[in-house]
């Protein structure tokens, strides 16, 4: 199984700043997915990031609000910029459990960041 | 579009008592099953996928689930829960139709194993 690790682990923010976190694995992997779990909900889809192409935004996520980078195999970052309370949730990055374009397999997920907006 | 619904938001057992967590789905395609866990202040663990063949599937910590293509269902069960398997589990599936390579969480269902 793929080691993913992320930074930071929780931050407490201010309203209107901007906060990057990172997603590193341990292996190299086509594509990453980042959710969002909000309190006491489940998981949501925001964006899929292959390297080497813009990411892929769902419904309701534009990138102007959470931009990604993908610049290699191995890492991607999230962006939630201009924050407001309504951000606060645990982000989690995500890589398919075998590598490739498309996987019936399952996905293994980083232990999340814990975000507050104050 | 897929969809899961998981329709218990909470199940309360007593420990050593057998433990079911509920699942239905819908997809246009082949379903591809998941089952994760998550504790508190950690992130989601895989447990167990159905993707074909036996239709009963063995994951980790003693869980497994039964596939039943004609109630739509993918329960996941224990039979004899420890106190230790409290925690927030949520069912998944992946389809490769329209939505392409999405997998879609149903809402979760918190387990609480009283001693």
């Known amino acids: 199984s793929a080691v993913i690790s992320q930074k930071p682990s929780r931050d407490i923010c201010q309203r209107g700043t901007s906060l990057t976190i990172q997603c590193q694995v341990d292996?190299?992997?086509?594509?990453m997915f980042w959710y969002r779990q909000q309190p006491g909900q489940s998981l949501t889809l925001i964006a899929t990031?292959?390297?080497?192409?813009?990411?892929?935004?769902e419904s309701g996520f534009v990138i102007d609000k959470f931009p990604i980078s993908r610049p290699n195999l191995t890492f991607s970052t999230l962006t939630v910029s201009n924050m407001s309370p309504e951000d606060s949730s645990i982000y989690l990055c995500?890589?398919?459990?075998?590598?490739?374009?498309?996987?019936?397999?399952?996905?293994?997920f980083g232990p999340g960041t814990r975000l507050t907006v104050l | 579009a897929q969809s899961v619904a998981q329709p218990e938001d909470q199940v309360n057992v007593a420990e050593g008592n057998p433990l079911t967590v509920k699942c239905t789905y819908s997809?246009?395609?082949?379903?591809?099953l998941f089952w994760y866990v998550q504790y508190p202040n950690r992130g989601l663990q895989f447990l167990l996928k159905?993707?074909?063949?036996?239709?009963l599937v063995k994951g980790s910590y003693g869980f497994e689930a039964e596939f039943n293509k004609s109630q739509t269902s993918f329960h996941l069960k224990k039979p004899s829960a420890l106190v230790s398997d409290s925690a927030l589990y949520f069912c998944?599936?992946?389809?490769?139709?329209?939505?392409?390579?999405?997998?879609?969480f149903g809402g979760g269902t918190r387990v609480l194993v009283k001693p």
């Open positions: 995500s890589v398919d459990a075998q590598s490739g374009v498309y996987s019936y397999n399952e996905q293994f």
């Open positions: 292996s190299q992997v086509t594509m």
């Open positions: 990031a292959n390297q080497g192409s813009e990411a892929t935004y």
């Open positions: 997809v246009s395609g082949n379903p591809y």
């Open positions: 159905y993707i074909t063949g036996d239709n």
């Open positions: 998944a599936v992946r389809d490769f139709g329209a939505a392409g390579n999405k997998l879609t």
